[in-house]
């Protein structure tokens, strides 16, 4: 990475960024930002990822969050960015949309990192950390139905299956049930509430997780549609990419990592041929693998940023093949749950 016209990533236009940026070195490396283009930051955050390909190169970049607070936030970037940087209020999965509308497409690069920011869990008013107490709300964008919605509505059955696909809790069944019956009692509002109703069940020794924490991952992204929103922002690169652009996607959990590693690999594989046609079949590959499997953090980033210890970085370049039809794309989604609404004790 250089760092060109006086904008340097630890230092960067508006000041030093609120927090690390995971494997900000490698996301780098494979979007290798060039002079004059053109770029989707669809995950803005506290800007992290914006601030360094700004400094990478006299470049421009669309930095879409749908979370307020962070586009608030962003203003004092934006006024130092001279006119290269735009901010979008909207969703990611839009990002071809909103590039068209801003006049910004085609685009020569997509950064997305998947999850919650560190500044969101750092908030207890957020309500997205069992580490500190606050209301159990957990929405990005500070509207539509919260946590404790999802936890006072659902049955049993549904919370369970919630809690089994989007966390991968095996305790599920039982996490589900002792909610329904603590709720019998008395609402669930307060994220510590719930912290402590999952821990008289789930069982965890020393050093290893919080007994909440898968809990709290399926309900944030239940609540928040994040595998919907990731499934139909990966399709929307594809479309708003030109030949030769780069999408860099930075996850954090198995569900997020599975969906993009289907999806690239999908989009990277050439046609079946068959022997009883001269010709292959299927559509041509729509994107070239950049990075062969995915990339992990270095000890030293580890170490320095804990959060970090679960990414994994997955990057491709666009072909000249138009974009394949999205009808197959719901399939990488988890099955729904058998009822989503309804609240049965």
Known sequence: MTTGHGVGPADAAGGPARHLPVMLR?????????????????????GGYTRAILAAADCRVLAIDRDPTAIAAGQELVAASGGRLLLAHDRFSR???IAAERNFAPLDGVVLDIGVSSMQ???????????RDGPL????????PSAADLVAELDEVSLAHVIWSLGEERQSRAIAKAIVKARAEAPITRTAQLAEIVSR???????????????FQALRIAVNEELDELVRALAAAERALKPGGRLVVVTFHSLEDRIVKT????????PSASRHLPQAEGPEPSF????????????DEVAGN??????????????????????DLMGLLPAPPPQRHGRRR
Do not use: C, I, N, Q
């Not at 929405?139 to 539509?144: H, V």
């Not at 804990?306 to 009808?327: C, D, I």
């Open 288 to 299: 070239r693998l950049v990075a062969k499997g995915a990339v992990e953090p270095g000890p």
């Open 137 to 144: 709300d957990m929405r990005m964008a500070a509207s539509g």
């Open 95 to 97: 990002l071809d949309e």
């Open 26 to 46: 490698e996301v780098l490396a494979h979007l290798a930002p060039k002079e004059a283009g053109r770029y989707v930051d669809g995950t803005f955050g506290a």
């Open 121 to 131: 869990l750092d908030e207890a008013e957020r309500g997205f950390s069992f580490r």
């Open 306 to 327: 804990p959060r970090s210890r679960s990414a994994k970085l997955r990057a491709a370049e666009r072909t000249e093949a138009p974009a394949h039809p999205g009808g």
């Open 263 to 270: 999806f690239l690999s999908h989009r990277a594989k050439a």
């Open 201 to 215: 069940v789930v069982w965890s020794k020393p050093g290893e997780v919080h007994p909440a924490t898968r809990t």
